[in-house]
Protein backbone atom coordinates (compact mmCIF):
# COMPACT_ATOMS: atom_id res chain seq x y z
CA UNK A 1 0.00 0.00 0.00
CA UNK A 2 1.49 3.54 -0.94
CA UNK A 3 1.96 5.85 1.87
CA UNK A 4 0.13 8.61 0.14
CA UNK A 5 -3.28 6.25 -0.05
CA UNK A 6 -2.95 5.45 3.89
CA UNK A 7 -5.66 6.80 6.29
CA UNK A 8 -5.17 9.21 8.75
CA UNK A 9 -5.62 6.50 11.52
CA UNK A 10 -2.96 3.95 9.55
CA UNK A 11 -0.63 6.48 9.50
CA UNK A 12 -0.98 7.55 13.57
CA UNK A 13 -0.45 4.21 13.94
CA UNK A 14 2.26 3.53 11.50
CA UNK A 15 4.19 6.46 13.44
CA UNK A 16 3.25 5.47 16.80
CA UNK A 17 4.12 1.84 16.30
CA UNK A 18 7.88 3.41 14.49
CA UNK A 19 8.42 5.00 17.79
CA UNK A 20 7.50 2.61 20.35
CA UNK A 21 10.17 0.16 18.90
CA UNK A 22 12.64 3.37 18.80
CA UNK A 23 11.68 3.62 22.54
CA UNK A 24 12.24 -0.61 23.01
CA UNK A 25 15.70 -0.62 20.83
CA UNK A 26 16.96 2.71 23.03
CA UNK A 27 16.02 0.78 26.80
CA UNK A 28 17.16 -2.36 25.83
CA UNK A 29 21.26 -0.20 25.14
CA UNK A 30 20.32 1.34 28.17
CA UNK A 31 19.74 -1.71 30.26
CA UNK A 32 22.84 -3.23 28.32
CA UNK A 33 24.97 -0.13 29.08
CA UNK A 34 24.01 0.00 32.70
CA UNK A 35 24.75 -4.09 33.27
CA UNK A 36 28.50 -3.30 31.68
CA UNK A 37 29.08 -0.44 33.62
CA UNK A 38 27.74 -2.50 36.98
CA UNK A 39 30.04 -4.67 36.09
CA UNK A 40 33.28 -3.01 35.63
CA UNK A 41 32.60 -0.99 38.76
CA UNK A 42 32.19 -4.44 40.88
CA UNK A 43 35.55 -5.64 39.35
CA UNK A 44 37.14 -1.90 40.10
CA UNK A 45 36.18 -2.51 43.92
CA UNK A 46 36.53 -6.15 43.85
CA UNK A 47 39.68 -6.09 42.18
CA UNK A 48 43.38 -4.74 43.40
CA UNK A 49 41.66 -1.82 45.41
CA UNK A 50 39.73 -4.11 47.58
CA UNK A 51 40.56 -3.24 51.33
Not at 37 to 51: D, E, H, P, Q, T
Amino acid sequence: MNFKQMTVKAKLSAGFGVLAAIVLVVSGLSVKALNDSNGRFSGYVAGISAR
